[in-house]
């Protein structure tokens, strides 16, 4: 009679019934599938070296389960510990809360400024009870996973006069080089003399956001010769 293994696995009836339900149930996870199976095979008095290779496993991973059912006999062994790392400081409601105020105009929260800042970002945040505290580096960490970028606004022309195609359909049908609903010849030619796309306008006719000028800088380059 050959001597049995200290390491060898004695399943009862229901413990072997509910592991061969997990290995064969569609919702079981892979992980507690895999793991179901390897103490079903060291039950039937396999070693770690012929589960790993049946399994595809390497046989650290199948020693560790069979260990772990040996320790603490039962289907709750096979599930993963609870980790022990940190627990994150902000919630996901935080981080939603903090985006939707970075697409809202400061003037709506009554703040005196033309456009947001992740300082400005993070101060009003912690002010106004979205989170106790946060940080400008978090604050552009998060922005920076949407792309998002309150600082910077596009402006685009706005047309406020109701008969503006009215007006402007003779030079739309010069464009499509027609006159008077005829196609021009091709001899005939379009000359504008009162374009002047390069100027721009004096002043807006809609409420915008001034820009931010970029920072100037200069240099001062000495020279200075020997006298002969």
């Known amino acids: 009679m050959s001597p049995i293994s200290i390491d060898q ?3 009862t009836g229901s413990e072997r019934r509910e592991l061969t339900r997990l290995t064969r149930a569609g919702r079981t996870g892979q992980r507690l599938a895999m793991r179901a199976a390897i103490v079903l095979a060291a039950a039937v008095g396999e070693s770690n070296a012929q589960i790993a290779r049946s399994l595809q496993l390497c046989e650290d991973t199948v020693r560790t389960w069979r260990r772990r059912w040996l320790a603490v006999p039962g289907v709750a062994s ?8 940190r ?5 996901a409601v935080q981080l939603v809360r903090v985006k939707a105020l970075a697409g809202t105009p400061p003037a709506e929260v009554r703040l005196r400024l033309s456009r947001w800042s992740c300082p400005e970002l993070a101060r009003h945040a912690a002010s106004d009870g979205l989170c106790a505290s946060i940080s400008a580096a978090t604050v552009c960490r998060w922005l920076s996973e949407d792309a998002l970028k309150p600082w910077q606004y596009q402006t685009w022309i706005v047309i406020t006069d109701p008969d503006f195609t009215a007006k ?3 030079a739309l049908d010069l464009y499509d080089r027609k006159w008077e609903g005829k196609p021009l010849g091709r001899n005939d030619y379009v000359i504008s ?3 002047k796309t ?3 306008a004096a002043a807006a006719a809609t ?10 800088w200069g240099s001062i380059t000495t020279t200075t010769a020997a006298a002969p």
């Open 87 to 91: 627990r994150p400081k902000f919630t």
């Open 193 to 195: 003399a009162d374009e």
């Open 198 to 200: 390069s100027i721009q």
């Open 168 to 170: 402007a359909h003779q």
């Open 78 to 85: 096979l599930g993963d510990a609870k980790r022990t790392g």
């Open 207 to 216: 409420p915008h956001c001034r820009t931010a000028r970029p920072a100037r």
């Open 9 to 11: 696995i004695t399943l």
